[in-house]
Antibody, heavy 122, light 108 residues
Framework: EVQMVESGGGLVQPGRSLRLSCTVS????????MTWLRQAPGRGLEWVAF??????????EYAASVKGRFTISRDDSKSTVYLQMNSLKTEDTAMYYC?????????????WGQGSLVTVSS | EIVLTQSPATLSLSPGERATLSCRAS??????LGWYQQKPGQAPRLLIY???NRATGIPARFSGSGSGTAFTLTISGLEPEDFAVYYC??????????FGGGTKVEIK
């Protein structure tokens, strides 16, 4: 059974930093690209960041709204993907989900974590 | 950025009825569309990818159709567990992928 467990969320002041982690089990983590998505309270879904596999250089892509502030990374030895969030803004308040791309160049997400709530407020 | 517009915003139906949800893209996206179901307090679940392919473990009552700019998710006979919010997602212009605003299917 595939499990994806996020951690690291919480309440943080604007301008501060937070790092989310997502540890995956039940699959060969290194074979899959990973994506972070978020959902503001009562709102729809927003794509945040993406990282390819080691085979494809672990290259990354970001939404315009977070580019330059957020960094996605992965540690295949720990089956974990990270989202480093700097210079947080109130509009970053959301539930953050780590997800697995269902296949190479698929960009549809077939496994999701339970979510990690990030609240940015003074 | 491609905009997805879902309609209706809310669909009120009874168990056993057929649900038809629409998703329209601001420009052609081929067949690069997926559908997700989200229940309160839960993460979304992938139902359909590439417009018409059911994801692993998804019941046959869920079907997707369409191409270009107009897409439909059909639930052939609503079960009690199907009352939820449904989102469409495109990957044609990746990055970024974008999502529609959602359709809530509620019990009439």
């Amino acid at each position: 059974e595939v499990q994806m467990v996020e951690s690291g969320g919480g309440l943080v002041q604007p301008g501060r930093s937070l790092r989310l982690s997502c540890t995956v089990s039940g699959l060969t983590f290194g074979d899959y690209a990973m994506t972070w998505l978020r959902q503001a309270p009562g709102r729809g879904l927003e794509w945040v960041a993406f990282i390819r596999t080691k085979r494809y250089g672990e290259t990354t892509e970001y939404a315009a709204s977070v580019k330059g502030r957020f960094t996605i990374s992965r540690d295949d030895s720990k089956s974990t993907v990270y989202l480093q969030m700097n210079s947080l803004k109130t509009e970053d308040t959301a539930m953050y989900y780590c997800t697995r791309d269902r296949g190479p160049s698929s960009y549809f997400f077939d496994y999701w974590g339970q979510g990690s709530l990030v609240t940015v407020s003074s | 950025e491609i905009v997805l517009t879902q309609s209706p915003a809310t669909l009120s139906l009874s168990p056993g009825e057929r649900a038809t949800l629409s998703c329209r893209a601001s420009q052609s996206i081929g067949s690069y569309l997926g559908w997700y179901q989200q229940k309160p307090g839960q993460a979304p679940r992938l139902l359909i990818y590439d417009a018409s392919n059911r994801a692993t473990g998804i019941p046959a009552r869920f079907s997707g159709s369409g191409s270009g700019t107009a897409f439909t998710l059909t639930i052939s006979g609503l079960e009690p567990e199907d009352f939820a919010v449904y989102y469409c997602q495109q990957r044609s212009s990746w990055p970024p992928v974008t999502f529609g605003g959602g359709t809530k299917v509620e019990i009439k």
